[in-house]
């Protein structure tokens, strides 16, 4: 499986971006998908995952209520719709693939460059 995240860029808080990343390769409904960041100085993050199949989803807490992750199988897309964007969520963000739901990121073995979202105050 390979990723490829796209959609980053500059924008002003409170703004809204939305990424995108697609994939190609055998997917399976048992995979989950999910979004990192990492912003600069500090350890990649855990953003959101969304299981291939059935489209449930998991998010971290500082993004709850914000961001919105969906998937669109038949076009092999996923999403990270991200609204009332923070400073603090500047961060190169990544997708990536993991055989079973965990937000720990050494159980993701696929993951695609990262695309930076810059948040201005």
């Not at 995108?20 to 995979?31: A, I, R």
């Not at 500082?62 to 992750?69: L, M, Y």
Request: charged share 20%; proline share 2%.
């Amino acid at each position: 499986v390979q990723l490829q995240a796209s959609g980053g860029g500059l924008v002003q808080a409170g703004g809204s971006m939305r990424l995108s990343c697609s994939v190609s390769g055998h997917t399976f409904s048992s995979h989950v998908m999910a979004w990192f960041r990492q912003a600069p100085a500090k350890e990649r993050e855990f953003v959101a995952a969304i299981r291939w199949g059935s489209a449930s989803t998991t998010y971290a807490d500082p993004v709850k209520g914000r961001f919105t992750i969906s998937r669109d199988r038949a076009n092999d897309m996923m999403y990270l719709q991200m609204n009332s964007l923070k400073p603090e969520d500047t961060a190169l963000y990544y997708c990536a693939k993991a055989n079973s739901l965990s937000t720990r990121e050494r159980e993701y073995r696929n993951w695609g460059q990262g695309t930076l979202v810059t948040v201005s105050s």
